[in-house]
């Protein structure tokens, strides 16, 4: 039995690879900081200090992993089904600006229903604009990148002139006047532990949805058929699943995780929607999807890493007397770095499978010999 | 495989925590510095600024906001460094601002009334007392902390006087505006461009028409090529100079022009804020800026800057600059304008200066 299990060849595991990815963007990082001539352990030691170093800052890097996690679950689940969302900007401003429009109107519903609310009604909003992508890709082969972008621009647009009509701030016409504390996702509860952060219950929705997420993907037929779509659409078809429904529903789930996202992002870290801007987290949700392999628990700690390299950028830029643009690279090329993971997949599996060949050739050597047991 | 995804997270851990040990070191000796005493003036004083959205080379706000700052650093032997926060929410601002204050920054300058939420943060959190804070185009009224300066400027005046150069130099023809974001510091802007225009029409004998269908708000700071598009339709219906209040859109304004003058028609533009002569330098040392509606933020930072190393930081004051403080106007150099024309527009100074001219900072009677 020991015999044959030796004769198994490896595959990477997805952890050895995301870790292997990390390590390598880090040593990436770190390379880059050399040339410079800056110390990569003085450098590394001000990321951490301006993420965690003390519990305002803690509760900020949550804040801003929270998103990171959404739009990474939304993205993980729509290429589970062979789709990329891109369009995660855009289904995060949608969500956004339906809850802002709850907490501008909504005012004096009782807080438990309120929060109940602005998160369905953002996820429902959010959902229908990844719906409208997931449609045109099932029905008219619309490439849902194309549509997602489109649809980017829309809900900017959309905003733009939803703002100055409902949530106007009459000092300030290029945002939304902000959302009373009493009406956004921040919670005494959890800022009590992290006094003066922008920590608020995104994180615990954040959460759940990884499990919820983790168990349609695992243990659904739904979750099967998302994937049998995305690892062979044809074959798929051919075994009698419904393409087209699973693309939409694999779109709108996607696009309602980006809408939850938007509503813990407007209505929780910030307390206002800025006219004519694209917030950059759709795009970051990609880099973390890919790192976290798809996996709703790996997207969860590729979210952390990345929010803490996000939240160590300015204590960097600050503290290694180096301009902003390259501790922007800095955090760029280790974040990117950290998204190749495929790379170093593939690198396992190679070295894996020469440690397999010798074994096997030392296995055969030994076969061959008189004494060997094997053939028993 | 077990084995070598062991090693790989033993080493990634021993690393974290070689990388907390140290930041533990340094926030025991941030927290001391901060009660004994980060130099908050003289020589050991850190001076930093936060970039608003945009790059620190906007040729606008932060680009001259860094280069007052920076001047003064330079000349006082000061160190000097800007942060650009991760996106414009009032935390991402925060963030900023604290990072810079943990690592010894005890002066920054904040251009942008984008900023105000977080500086009326920062001063509410107690954390940083000593730290001297700067805000730009902004009136922050009564919520100004003892150790902050809001600054802001009458845009109006500097309008004015572009509008009175523009009328002058032309003589006749018809003048448009395109701005950024309908914010008061834009508005402003428009509204004095219009009286001054109208102030030559009334005393220097100029004949510019206004049609309010040539005075729009682009809604955005950074759309090149929405900037090109209204510049387009604007000078083909005849209107000869556009004033540009309007960031990077105004960019797309004045690359218009640019091409509009290299195929010999005879447009021109007016900049915004800083000099923006370079910005429509056409390659042959010619520049499709008629003149420049400015106002001297480089000279605000820096003599803030020098306030701060003297120990004279005017802190809790609301600061609103103008003619009589000579902080804003056209630059001193205008190739494109004439000497005649030059002479009109110091007259036309010296008379808001004297308070002859009073230029009202609303739309009342005006294209809004």
């Given at each position: ?21 990390v390590v390598?963007g880090i040593l990436a990082g770190c390379i880059l900081l050399l040339v410079l001539g800056r110390n990569p352990m003085e450098a590394m030691r001000l990321i951490i200090h301006g993420s965690v170093s003390d519990p305002r800052r803690i509760g900020n890097t949550i804040a801003v992993a929270?998103?990171l ?122 800022s009590q532990f992290f006094p003066r952060s922008y920590i ?69 870290y ?31 700690f590729?979210a952390l890493f990345f929010a803490i390299l996000k939240a160590g950028k300015g204590s960097l830029g600050a503290g290694a007397g180096i301009p902003p643009e390259i501790a922007d690279t800095i955090i760029a090329v280790i974040i990117?770095?950290s ?38 | ?9 033993i080493a990634l851990i021993a690393m974290t925590s070689v990388f907390a040990n140290g930041a533990s070191e340094t926030s025991a000796a941030a927290g001391t510095t901060a009660t004994s005493g980060v130099a908050t003036t003289g020589d050991g004083l850190m001076v930093g600024m936060v970039t ?17 700052v920076n001047?003064?650093a330079?000349?006082?032997g000061l160190t000097a460094t800007y942060l650009r926060p991760n996106g414009?929410t009032t935390g991402d601002y925060t963030t900023a601002i604290y990072d810079l204050y943990d690592q010894g920054y005890r002066f920054i300058a904040c ?7 977080a500086i009326?943060e920062v001063q509410a959190s107690g954390d940083c007392d000593d730290l001297m804070l ?13 150790n ?160 701060a ?60």
């Amino acid at each position: 039995m020991a015999k044959e299990r030796l004769l198994k060849e490896h595959k990477a595991g997805s952890l050895l690879v995301s870790l292997t990815a990390v390590v390598a963007g880090i040593l990436a990082g770190c390379i880059l900081l050399l040339v410079l001539g800056r110390n990569p352990m003085e450098a590394m030691r001000l990321i951490i200090h301006g993420s965690v170093s003390d519990p305002r800052r803690i509760g900020n890097t949550i804040a801003v992993a929270t998103q990171l996690i959404l739009i990474g679950l939304s993205v993980a689940f729509g290429y589970k089904a062979g789709l990329i969302n891109i369009g995660g900007s855009g289904q995060m401003l949608v969500g956004g600006c339906v809850a802002s429009l709850w907490a501008y109107y909504g005012q004096g519903i009782p807080r438990p229903l309120y929060l109940v609310i602005i998160v369905v009604s953002g996820a429902i909003a959010g959902g229908l604009w990844g719906f409208i992508s997931g449609f045109l890709k099932a029905k008219f082969n619309v490439h849902e990148v194309v549509s997602c972008i489109m649809l980017n621009w829309t809900a900017l647009w959309i905003i733009y002139e939803t703002i100055p009509a409902f949530m106007v701030d009459p000092s300030v016409a290029s945002r939304s006047a902000s959302v009373p504390a009493a009406q956004s996702l921040r919670t005494p509860l959890l800022s009590q532990f992290f006094p003066r952060s922008y920590i608020n219950w995104g994180i615990i929705i954040a959460i759940a949805m990884v499990f919820v997420i983790a168990f349609i993907l695992n243990k659904t037929t739904l979750g099967y058929q998302l994937k049998a779509v995305g690892a062979n659409r044809f074959c798929a078809e051919y075994a009698g699943i419904k393409v087209s429904r699973n693309i939409i529903i694999s779109m709108t789930i996607a696009g309602a995780l980006s809408g939850i996202a938007g509503v813990t992002y407007y209505c929780g870290y910030s307390n206002m929607i800025y006219r004519n801007q694209m917030p950059n987290e759709g795009f970051d949700g990609i880099a973390v999807a890919l790192l976290g392999n798809c996996n709703p628990v790996g997207v969860f700690f590729a979210a952390l890493f990345f929010a803490i390299l996000k939240a160590g950028k300015g204590s960097l830029g600050a503290g290694a007397g180096i301009p902003p643009e390259i501790a922007d690279t800095i955090i760029a090329v280790i974040i990117y770095f950290s998204a190749t993971s495929v790379l170093f997949r593939r690198l396992w599996d190679r070295l894996f499978h020469g440690m397999y060949e010798k074994k096997l050739g030392k296995m055969n050597i030994k076969a061959a010999g008189p004494s060997s047991d094997v053939e028993r | 495989m077990k084995k070598t995804l062991a090693l790989l997270l033993i080493a990634l851990i021993a690393m974290t925590s070689v990388f907390a040990n140290g930041a533990s070191e340094t926030s025991a000796a941030a927290g001391t510095t901060a009660t004994s005493g980060v130099a908050t003036t003289g020589d050991g004083l850190m001076v930093g600024m936060v970039t608003d959205s945009g790059t620190i080379d906007d040729r606008s706000f932060n680009q001259g906001t860094w280069e007052g700052v920076n001047r003064a650093a330079q000349e006082l032997g000061l160190t000097a460094t800007y942060l650009r926060p991760n996106g414009t929410t009032t935390g991402d601002y925060t963030t900023a601002i604290y990072d810079l204050y943990d690592q010894g920054y005890r002066f920054i300058a904040c251009p942008g009334y984008l900023f105000e939420d977080a500086i009326k943060e920062v001063q509410a959190s107690g954390d940083c007392d000593d730290l001297m804070l700067v805000i730009f185009d902004s009136n922050l009224g009564e919520n100004c902390g003892p150790n902050t300066v809001s600054v802001s400027w009458k845009e109006q005046e500097s309008g004015f006087l572009a509008g009175v150069a523009t009328a002058v130099d032309i003589v006749e023809g018809s003048v448009g505006f395109v701005g950024g974001i309908e914010i008061p510091a834009v508005q402003k802007f428009n509204w004095g461009f219009q009286q001054g225009v109208a102030y030559a029409n009334a005393n220097y004998g100029t004949a510019i028409e206004m049609d309010p269908n040539n005075f729009v708000y682009s809604g955005s700071f950074a759309d090149l090529a929405l900037g090109g598009q209204l510049a387009t339709a604007m000078y083909d219906s005849g209107v000869d100079v556009i004033f540009a209040a309007a960031g990077g859109t105004g960019v797309g304004v004045i690359n218009e022009a640019k091409s509009r003058r290299l195929a010999g028609q005879d447009v021109w533009a007016v900049g915004v804020d800083v000099d923006q002569y370079s910005v429509g330098d056409m390659g042959n040392g010619e520049s499709c800026i008629l003149t420049s509606a400015m106002k001297y933020i480089d000279k605000a930072a820096y003599d803030l800057v020098y306030a701060a190393y003297n120990g004279t930081f005017p802190g809790g004051t609301n600061m609103l600059l103008g003619a009589d403080t000579e902080d804003l106007g056209i630059p001193t150099e205008n190739p494109n304008l004439s000497d005649a024309t030059m002479e009109i527009v110091a007259q036309v100074e010296q008379m808001i200066i004297n308070g002859e001219i009073s230029v009202q900072d609303n739309a009342e009677g005006l294209i809004p």
